[in-house]
């Protein structure tokens, strides 16, 4: 897997969408990420839910977005396919994790049974953990009903964006590890 380096131009990994069913490990790989780019970290999930579990209008939802991309550096974390064209008009990198569905399940309720009745800093506030059988369902279907949609706004993306697609937790590790050797290399 080639990492996408700096060339000069300043436009390498400046503006990173993370997306990948619920479970995947989208926000603890953004903020490594961060850790590792210094770019400012927004979760999509603190952004759009509103206390007791309430979502945002989808106009909302835009307009937040909407002005994230405006910056010059971020990392926005989250899937929230109806929106992802928002972010990829403004991205240079695409962070995809499309991992088995037992894996995700397996994490989501890790997640759950770990946090339960807090809420997780990359939640939004009054947003406590819970299970929801719904949300269960929504993992279980993600590969028939929500990859196939999110592989078609890839295919369409703006030529030049860099789309790093993970098909197992250990690509996503290895690609950190690269990354933080090189920050390491260029700092010394």
Request: glycine share 6%.
């Amino acid at each position: 897997m080639a990492i996408m380096k700096d060339s000069g131009s300043g436009k390498a990994m400046k503006r990173i969408v993370v997306i990948g069913c619920s479970g995947s490990g989208k926000s603890t790989f953004s903020r490594k990420l961060k850790q590792v780019t210094g770019n400012p970290l927004h979760h999509l999930d603190k952004l759009y839910w509103l206390p007791d579990w309430n979502l945002r209008a989808a106009e909302e939802q835009d307009r937040i977005q909407k002005e994230r991309i405006k910056d010059e550096k971020w990392i926005i974390d989250g899937n929230y396919q109806r929106s992802l064209p928002i972010r990829l008009e403004r991205a240079d990198t695409v962070f995809f994790f499309d991992y088995p569905r037992s894996l995700c399940l397996y994490r989501a309720l890790k997640r759950i049974v770990l946090n339960r009745k807090r809420t997780r800093p990359d939640m939004g506030e009054g947003c406590p953990e819970r299970f929801d059988w719904e949300f269960m369902k929504f993992i279980w279907n993600f590969n028939k009903n929500n990859r196939p949609g999110l592989i078609a706004l890839l295919d369409q993306a703006p030529a030049g964006i860099e789309i790093q697609h993970f098909r197992k937790p250990r690509e996503a590790r290895d690609y950190l590890r690269a990354l933080e050797e090189q920050k390491e290399e260029e700092v010394a």
